[in-house]
């Protein structure tokens, strides 16, 4: 009882400040509503009992993420009319078309959490004892290695590419 | 009822009250370093020895007017300040201050929580300070502040890289991210950190010291250049809170480190048989001594050290503390592996 009125406050508050993320004047509190988004999320992966994704979701988003954002925001001028040649109405059909986009898989992940099978659990991380962070590092280093790898090495290859874009004599 | 509310209540109570005095003692004790490094005596007027110092100073700022310049943005202008202070007194949540004590039959533990994640709560939430800066400065909408937050922020985020790897070494060490199962290995480990990853505490303080913005990296409030930092516009209240953070930000600096790097409340030598008679010290004081030594050495280093220049400042940061922290971590885990 307890836990599903924590999750339905938790819930409104995040699709509250979402909702105000999207609509404030000023980007700069654009971004504090994301980043209160965040802390938001962060505690309802506490109320899940999965605190290490909790925490790195604090220390990567709300922390590291969102202050290159605040940079970025705060750096650029942001108040400049939109220029001329565009058509204002190609954005509006872009985002609805990406809305319905998202839409439509909201609707697939559903019916197949009413439908589909029970996910199998993780081998190794059913692990009987082993506490939360344990069981994130048996599924990452054990069950899940390559596609891991896979992704640290596309992160560092985009970081390199960011370098070398920007910097143009080495 | 009593087991989860008021428990935790009244040691949340206890924490806070200690920190806040520990932190208005701090800027006291500052003034005196200072002053006995300088050959001059200090406050001395309010109080034996100044000793009611902090009492006047606080009321002095309390009473004095909290202008809010034309033009600012009022929400921001007031929120920086709160969302300054609030992570650097909630991570006093899960430091450890000794083994429990027993008072009234009662066995109260000396922590507010035991999380198993607590080392990363504690980088986590410390990562939310730098909003704070960055903020104050941004919302102030003047020029000073605004180039005041972003060294500051600029230089955070530079030094919390190396911070950060230096606590993955002693994860490595301890094998856990508790606080309390950190001080436990180094008991049963019979050593300090502080002796076996001398090179990790060695970069966790002086990052430390660039993290809080203490000289010789007080650069975001180098008066000849910035007037006063970020919180130039601030007055009253708010620049106290301000004030606040910054010392108490110190004080986790040096509790951390204690915890991590000096054993916690573990008397010296550990390890050591015909030492033992020092565990006639409760475990709290050997905690308190050894983060007030540590914040000793800050008062010191500001006494000593001129400023650094800023591109200096980065080129330690990322040419010099960085890969000696990643070369750190490799050889703290292959020795791991191999012994």
Redesign the interface.
Same mark, same amino acid.
């Given at each position: 009882m307890g836990e599903a009125i924590a999750f339905y406050t938790l819930a409104a508050l995040i699709l509250g400040f979402a909702v105000l993320v999207v609509t404030a004047r000023?980007t700069?509190?654009s971004v504090?509503f994301l980043?209160a988004t965040f802390l938001f999320v962060a505690m309802l992966y506490v109320l899940q009992h999965a605190?290490?994704l909790a =925490?790195?979701q =604090?220390?990567v988003y709300?922390?590291?993420i969102v =202050?290159l954002y605040?940079?970025v925001v705060?750096l650029a001028n942001l108040k400049s009319a939109p220029e001329a040649h565009e058509d204002p109405r190609r954005r509006d059909r872009l985002g609805i078309a990406l809305a319905g986009v998202v839409l439509a898989e909201f609707v697939a992940i559903a019916l197949y959490a009413f439908t589909g099978p029970l996910p199998a659990s993780a081998g190794a991380a059913a692990a009987v004892g082993a506490?939360?962070?344990e069981q994130v590092g048996w599924a990452l280093y054990a069950d899940y290695l390559v596609p891991f790898e896979v992704a640290s090495i596309l992160l560092l290859v985009a970081m390199l590419g960011a370098i070398v874009l920007a910097k143009r004599e080495l | 009822m009593v087991e989860t509310v008021v428990i935790p209540l009244v040691q949340i109570v206890i924490v806070l009250f200690g920190v806040l005095t520990a932190v208005a003692y701090l800027v006291l004790l500052e003034r005196k370093v200072q002053a006995w490094v300088q050959v001059r005596l200090g406050p001395m007027r309010v109080g034996p020895h100044g000793i009611l110092q902090p009492i006047a100073d606080v009321v002095k700022l309390l009473i004095k007017e909290d202008i809010t310049p034309a033009r600012v943005?009022k !929400?921001?202008f007031t &929120?920086a300040p709160i969302i300054v202070l609030v992570p650097a007194l909630i991570v006093f949540a899960v430091i450890p201050f000794g083994t429990p004590a027993n008072i009234f039959g009662f066995s109260l533990p000396l922590y507010i929580s035991d999380?198993? %994640?607590g080392l990363? @709560?504690i %980088?986590?939430?410390a990562?939310?300070g730098? @909003?704070g800066i960055? &903020?104050g400065g !941004?919302a102030s909408n003047s020029k000073y502040p605004?180039l005041s937050s972003?060294r500051a922020?600029a230089q955070l985020?530079s030094y919390e890289v190396a911070v950060t790897m230096m606590l993955v070494s002693m994860v490595l060490m301890a094998g856990t &991210?508790s606080m309390v199962g950190m001080v436990e290995a180094q008991q049963s480990q019979g050593m300090w950190y502080a002796f076996t990853q001398p090179v990790a505490f060695a970069i966790y303080f002086i990052g430390g010291l660039a993290e809080t913005n203490r000289a010789p990296f007080d650069l975001p409030e180098a008066e000849q250049e910035l007037v006063g930092g970020f919180h130039t516009e601030y007055s009253g209240i708010r620049f106290a809170l301000f004030f606040l953070a910054e010392y108490a930000n110190m004080i986790v600096v040096s509790s951390v480190a204690t915890t991590v790097f000096l054993g916690g409340w573990l008397r010296p030598f550990p390890g050591v048989e015909w030492l033992a008679f020092l565990d006639i010290v409760p475990t709290w004081v050997w905690f308190i001594v050894k983060t007030f030594g540590l914040l000793y050495l800050f008062l010191w280093i500001r006494a000593t050290l001129p400023r650094y220049r800023y591109d200096q400042l980065m080129r330690l940061g990322w040419k010099v503390f960085i890969p000696i922290a990643i070369a750190n971590v490799i050889v703290t885990a292959a020795l791991k592996v191999i012994l």
């Open positions: 000023e700069v509190h504090l980043v605190e290490f =925490v790195i =604090v220390l709300a922390g590291g =202050v605040l940079f705060m506490n939360n962070t | 943005d !929400w921001v &929120l999380i198993n %994640v990363l @709560y %980088v986590s939430v990562s939310l730098v @909003y960055i &903020l !941004w605004l972003l922020s985020i &991210l």
